[in-house]
Nanobody, 119 residues
Framework: QVQLVESGGGLVQAGGSLNLSCAASGRGYSINAMGWYLQAPGKQRELVAKIMSGGSTNYADSVKGRFTISRDNAKNTVYLQMNSLKPEDTAVYYC?????????????WGQGTVVTVSS
């Protein structure tokens, strides 16, 4: 069973920065991909950034050059450094972890953390 705890959201002015973190705990699994998704009011959840176990990354076009995803495998933690924030980045941010449990693939979502960017 995987438990995820997110932190780091908050209120920031446009142009500011925030750093989100998501720590995974539990036993009996190995982590493959770790990622961040956002969900704005009235919209579907969408990918922000993803990092694979080998370190390769991919980003939504809207955040390229502004956000950086990283992970600390020793701590089972994924980070999202968000710079040059814009009001349109305002959303609930969720981390997602893709794991292997035995021979089965599974995933878990964090509880979400609110990011609000004021203009």
């Amino acid at each position: 069973q995987v438990q995820l705890v997110e932190s780091g959201g908050g209120l920031v002015q446009a142009g500011g920065s925030l750093n989100l973190s998501c720590a995974a705990s539990g036993r009996g699994y190995s982590i493959n991909a770790m990622g961040w998704y956002l969900q704005a009011p009235g919209k579907q959840r969408e990918l922000v950034a993803k990092i694979m176990s080998g370190g390769s990354t991919n980003y939504a076009d809207s955040v390229k050059g502004r956000f950086t995803i990283s992970r600390d495998n020793a701590k089972n933690t994924v980070y999202l450094q968000m710079n040059s924030l814009k009001p349109e980045d305002t959303a609930v941010y969720y981390c997602k972890v893709e794991v292997v449990v035995g021979r089965n693939a599974a995933h878990a979502w964090g509880q979400g953390t609110v990011v609000t960017v004021s203009s």
